[in-house]
């Protein structure tokens, strides 16, 4: 039986996630379906009834410019360029808001403060386009969570809310 390359196991591992069976690889690629086992077995290999898993996974190595098989240290510098591209988009989902915020308390205390129709008719205009900054701003950031895989698995953010100003 042949050794295989790091190559070569590359391509074994990419045919077994995508369904092939442990004696179909063993003939094409000249080796013993035991040590194709053992090997999926040690690094935790999918069998393709979870392709999409194995696409994620591709599809996110990509991204974050991680090769398979690439030494340890290249792969976890990789990995924090990454998370802090994530993290730089979750800092500028928090403090996005804010401006909108503001708006909408400019509005409610121009509300208030006005006592002429035509004070009140602009003040309702201040508020009207405080809501649709609002909406516009939560559809951006749900294409960008989503773009950037922030809320398949994690964990809900401690959002201290600022307090509501008296009117």
């Not at 000249?30 to 086992?37: L, R």
Request: hydrophobic share 45%; proline share 4%; glycine share 6%.
């Amino acid at each position: 039986m042949a050794r295989l390359t790091v190559d070569q196991w590359e391509t074994v591992r990419a045919e077994r996630e995508a369904g092939a069976s442990f004696p179909e690889l063993a003939a094409r690629h000249g080796v013993s379906h035991q040590a194709i086992q053992k090997r999926a077995k040690k690094e935790s290999w999918g069998d393709g009834s979870d392709l999409e898993g194995a696409i994620q996974r591709k599809v996110s190595e990509k991204v974050a410019g991680v090769v398979a098989g690439c030494n340890p240290k290249k792969r976890n510098e990789a990995a924090d360029a990454e998370a802090e591209r994530r993290a730089e988009v979750l800092r500028r989902h928090r403090e996005e808001p804010n401006a909108a915020r503001e708006r909408i308390y400019a509005g409610l205390h121009a509300h208030k403060a006005a006592f002429d129709k035509e004070g009140k008719a602009l003040a309702f205009d201040d508020l009207k386009a405080a809501k649709i900054a609002a909406e516009a701003l939560q559809i951006v950031q749900a294409m960008e969570r989503k773009a950037w895989g922030l809320d398949e698995s994690q964990p809900a953010a401690v959002v201290v809310p600022r307090p509501l100003v008296a009117l």
